[in-house]
């Protein structure tokens, strides 16, 4: 959900309820007029605690809190135009490319994959960052009779 749906060109926080990034002082994503930007998103429930340990429970749930935030901004994952994906151990990239031809539709998004040391927590395996933008309404056709 958006703070407000305005669209006035402003920065618009997006949120969640409940907000799992909020005991943070991070913001699930902000709106900038017809531009979406996503934090990044891990393999965490809606309360903020690691679903799993293992790397594809995690991504799924990542890639799921991707989506959830871009369509409470007005956008959905076919709108994404950029995303970053870190992870702590290249080794999963063929499961990255799988998860990205199921989650995304062509044309793909522009995409940075890197390997970390490290994300927020020891135990997350994968955090997604994305850009995506809100479409314009459709039009009514002005040439029709």
């Not at 044309?107 to 955090?127: F, G, R």
């Not at 809100?134 to 040439?143: L, V």
Request: proline share 8%.
């Amino acid at each position: 959900m958006l703070s407000a749906m305005r669209n006035t060109g402003a920065p618009e926080r997006v949120t969640a309820d409940p907000d799992w990034y909020e005991p943070y002082a991070i913001s699930l994503g902000i709106r900038c007029g017809n531009l979406v930007f996503v934090s990044g998103q891990a393999g965490i429930d809606e309360h903020g605690q690691t679903v799993a340990l293992d790397f594809d429970t995690q991504a799924r749930r990542a890639f799921d809190n991707l989506r959830r935030v871009l369509e409470n901004s007005g956008s959905g994952l076919e709108h994404v135009v950029k995303v970053t994906i870190f992870v702590t151990d290249m080794a999963v990239i063929d499961q990255v490319v799988a998860l990205r031809r199921e989650f995304f539709v062509p044309p793909y998004p522009a995409d940075t994959i890197a390997q970390v040391t490290s994300l927020a927590q020891p135990e997350w395996k994968i955090e997604i960052e994305a850009v995506g933008f809100i479409p314009e309404p459709a039009r009514p056709d002005d040439s029709a009779p």
